[in-house]
């Protein structure tokens, strides 16, 4: 064999070697890229928690639905978390939590989204909802879709999220350990009233209808008396005392079904709509009442009925306010029922809570 063949086979097989070891480094660096990926895939899982209120008519039927979606959808990282009596939804949360749920869905009415969203505000985890309640007005006021589970499940898990602010009530008269969480709308007087007496069957039949059955009872009541003290955005701070009036009211979403009760009420402003209602005259004062809301329901704008002489409905912005009541009054937050007080003060917490909403919507994305 001559000295030149036998530099091709050497010069041959170097180039062989090196070629497989280009071959076997490239497939390293493939399959070290492909586990980073992976890693990092798993880094990005969410787990589900669905905290279900067993209550509710169709909680079960629900329950399965969400089950045979999930199955569908490939998510497989979920939990069902049922309320009860002793376990409400923000014990349910704060339990999903500590075991690394980073979504949690309220399976629920108004009440199961105002106890979830009470335990994940300020936390940085997601609020989603699926509403099977009878009012479903947090969700009404996000754009979720109230009728359709399908699609309010396709929101829940898709990635567009909103900053929204969260109020709060606390009773200051009272010993508790938190103040009380609201989404919509707390507050005291014949708003409370009409809430505490209204017959839950009815509710479940008639749905927000049955709340007219029970204001019916409390139309002609006394009024209620107190001191107010409501702080401006520029920490000023404007008090009167010996305030009369039928409900006071402190919004964070203004729309109820087919009303709009608070019209300038936006849920990621750093405000709280501060709303006093006060009627005369008996039912011509009602009425009058019932005008100026379906007033403002079709301009969009607060009222200002100029013939209005027997009712008034004072709507201030701020930050905060405190009420100190002459006599003790039922309170309440997103319609549910805290009791008496004669001492409470209202806050706002901006941007504490994220909500999984629409992608149709103007949201603000956020790559979990």
């Not at 309010?152 to 008269?173: F, I, K």
């Not at 520029?234 to 006071?248: L, Y």
């Not at 405000?271 to 079709?298: A, R």
């Amino acid at each position: 064999m001559s000295k030149t063949v036998i530099i091709i086979i050497a010069v041959a097989a170097l180039v062989l070697v090196a070629a497989v070891c280009a071959i076997v480094g490239i497939r390293y660096d493939l399959r070290r890229r492909r586990v980073m990926e992976f890693n990092k895939r798993d880094d990005d899982q969410v787990r589900y928690a669905f905290i279900i209120n067993p209550s509710k008519p169709a909680a079960e039927r629900s329950r399965a639905r969400i089950e045979e979606f999930c199955d569908a959808k490939g998510i497989t990282d979920i939990e069902f978390i049922d309320t009860t009596l002793e376990r409400t939804g923000r014990d349910c949360a704060m339990d999903a939590m500590r075991r690394g749920a980073d979504v949690l869905v309220a399976v629920g009415g108004d009440g199961t989204v105002r106890t979830v969203a009470s335990a994940v505000s300020g936390t940085g985890k997601t609020l989603a909802i699926v509403p099977i309640g009878t009012g479903n007005l947090f969700a009404r006021n996000m754009g979720i879709p109230v009728d359709d589970i399908e699609a309010a499940l396709t929101v829940a898990t898709s990635r567009g999220e909103r900053m929204v602010d969260m109020g709060r009530m606390a009773l200051l008269d009272r010993h508790d350990d938190h103040a009380h969480a609201f989404l919509i709308i707390a507050g005291t007087g014949f708003d409370a009233d009409m809430i505490d007496d209204t017959d839950p069957e009815l509710k479940k039949n008639i749905s927000w209808l049955a709340y007219f059955s029970g204001g019916l009872k409390h139309l002609f009541a006394p009024k209620y008396r107190a001191s107010v003290s409501i702080t401006n955005a520029d920490g000023s701070t404007r008090t009167a005392s010996k305030v009369h009036f039928r409900t006071f009211m402190a919004g964070n979403c203004g729309q109820i079904p087919v009303f709009s009760l608070m019209p300038n009420a936006v849920y990621d402003d750093g405000l709280l709509d501060f709303e006093i209602i006060d009627t005369n005259g008996g039912l011509l004062g009602w009425l009058n009442l019932f005008g100026g809301v379906v007033q403002q329901t079709v301009t969009g704008k607060v009222n200002e009925n100029p013939i209005s002489e027997n009712s008034t409905m004072d709507q201030i912005q701020g930050v905060s306010a405190e009420l100190r009541l002459e006599k003790p009054a039922l309170a309440q937050v997103d319609g549910d029922m805290l009791g008496t007080t004669s001492h409470i003060r209202f806050t706002v917490e901006h941007k504490a809570l994220k909500v999984r909403v629409p992608a149709s919507g103007p949201v603000e994305q956020d790559a979990e």
